[in-house]
Structure formats: structure tokens, C-alpha cells
């Protein structure tokens, strides 16, 4: 920490220039709405003054908000190649067996079918088989509240993403 006990990469986010601060805030949540909303609250005193900004934009998001959002995220069990993030956060499908595997993609195109896009869920810390539960209990869902599961999950991966921003040091 700084003098200042900001966070190292708090502080530099508050200085970046805006399409790079827009970048860094599009790789955490692809919803322009959202982005544009936490560069106009720019700079930020602390952490959670960022933090509570992006749950305020969360709580906002239209419909067309939450599905630009969604449509950055691969589906559980198949991250996008190269994508060190995605496959960070699935890491508890990574080790699953190939009948879980293949019960996953069963059970992501029967929700995608349901509902229109990618199951999505703050995988950080979950097993496979944890994950796996959480599809088969939520496709039973109506639309609208499966929505707002959706943004809730899509709020605590935002602040993993955000904290880890935040937090980092200084590149080499």
C-alpha cells in the first residue's frame, strides 16, 4: 500500500487515460452501460467507493445491459482460449471428469435454450460438480428471476475482477 494506503492499481486507474481505464473496466464486465457509468465516477478515493459505484451500475442495467454483459463470458466448462481470466475462474471444471464435462455442455445448451444466453455463475472457488448443481436447480427458473440471479452473479464477479484490479503492483 501507499502512504496514502490506496491501492497501487486503484491509484494508477484513477489516472489512466480514458479509453485505456475504459479497456481495463470492459475486461471486468463487457456492458458498455456499466463501464461508462464507473469512468464518469472517476477518480475514486478508495476501493470501496469503486466497489459500491459498480453495484449502483449493476442495479441499473437494462435487459439489453445484462445481455451485452453476458455475451463476454464463455460458458462454464469451456473458457476462451488464451483468456487467462476465464480459465482462472473455471479452474473447478478443469480437473472435472469427462462425464461431468459432458453433462456440463448438456446442461449450459438446455439453459441456453431456456433462456437465451450462457449460463452464467461467479464460478471463483466453485467444483464442478457445484457448478453442475447450480444449472440444474436454476433452469427451472422463470425468466425474470433467473435475470436477476444473473446480475447478482454478474455483480460478485465484478468486484473479483475489480478487487484484482485495484490490487495489483505496478507492471515490471
Given at each position: 500500500?501507499t502512504?496514502t494506503?490506496m491501492?497501487?492499481?486503484?491509484?494508477?486507474?484513477?489516472?489512466?487515460?480514458?479509453q485505456a481505464?475504459?479497456?481495463?473496466?470492459?475486461?471486468?464486465?463487457a456492458?458498455?452501460?456499466?463501464?461508462k457509468?464507473?469512468?464518469?465516477?472517476?477518480p475514486?478515493?478508495?476501493?470501496?467507493?469503486?466497489?459500491?459505484?459498480?453495484?449502483?451500475?449493476?442495479?441499473?442495467?437494462?435487459t439489453?445491459?445484462l445481455?451485452?454483459?453476458?455475451?463476454?463470458?464463455?460458458?462454464?466448462?469451456?473458457?476462451?482460449?488464451g483468456?487467462?481470466?476465464s480459465?482462472?475462474?473455471?479452474?473447478g471444471?478443469?480437473?472435472a471428469?469427462?462425464?461431468l464435462?459432458?453433462e456440463m455442455?448438456?446442461?449450459?445448451?438446455?439453459?441456453?435454450?431456456?433462456?437465451?444466453?450462457?449460463?452464467?455463475?461467479?464460478?471463483?472457488?466453485?467444483?464442478?460438480?457445484?457448478?453442475?448443481d447450480?444449472?440444474?436447480?436454476?433452469?427451472?427458473?422463470a425468466?425474470?428471476?433467473e435475470?436477476?440471479?444473473?446480475?447478482?452473479?454478474?455483480?460478485?464477479?465484478?468486484?473479483?475482477?475489480l478487487?484484482?484490479?485495484?490490487e495489483?503492483?505496478?507492471?515490471?
Amino acid at each position: 500500500m501507499t502512504s496514502t494506503s490506496m491501492p497501487p492499481g486503484l491509484a494508477r486507474f484513477n489516472v489512466l487515460e480514458e479509453q485505456a481505464a475504459f479497456a481495463a473496466l470492459h475486461e471486468a464486465c463487457a456492458s458498455t452501460a456499466w463501464v461508462k457509468r464507473l469512468l464518469a465516477a472517476r477518480p475514486y478515493a478508495t476501493a470501496n467507493d469503486l466497489f459500491t459505484a459498480s453495484d449502483a451500475a449493476m442495479a441499473e442495467l437494462t435487459t439489453s445491459d445484462l445481455e451485452e454483459a453476458m455475451a463476454g463470458h464463455p460458458p462454464i466448462g469451456r473458457p476462451k482460449p488464451g483468456d487467462p481470466t476465464s480459465s482462472r475462474e473455471q479452474r473447478g471444471m478443469a480437473d472435472a471428469s469427462e462425464e461431468l464435462k459432458a453433462e456440463m455442455l448438456e446442461l449450459n445448451l438446455a439453459y441456453q435454450e431456456k433462456f437465451g444466453h450462457v449460463f452464467l455463475i461467479c464460478a471463483t472457488g466453485r467444483t464442478g460438480e457445484q457448478m453442475r448443481d447450480a444449472v440444474k436447480e436454476r433452469i427451472g427458473n422463470a425468466p425474470g428471476r433467473e435475470r436477476e440471479i444473473v446480475r447478482t452473479e454478474l455483480g460478485k464477479i465484478n468486484l473479483i475482477r475489480l478487487t484484482r484490479l485495484v490490487e495489483e503492483d505496478a507492471p515490471a
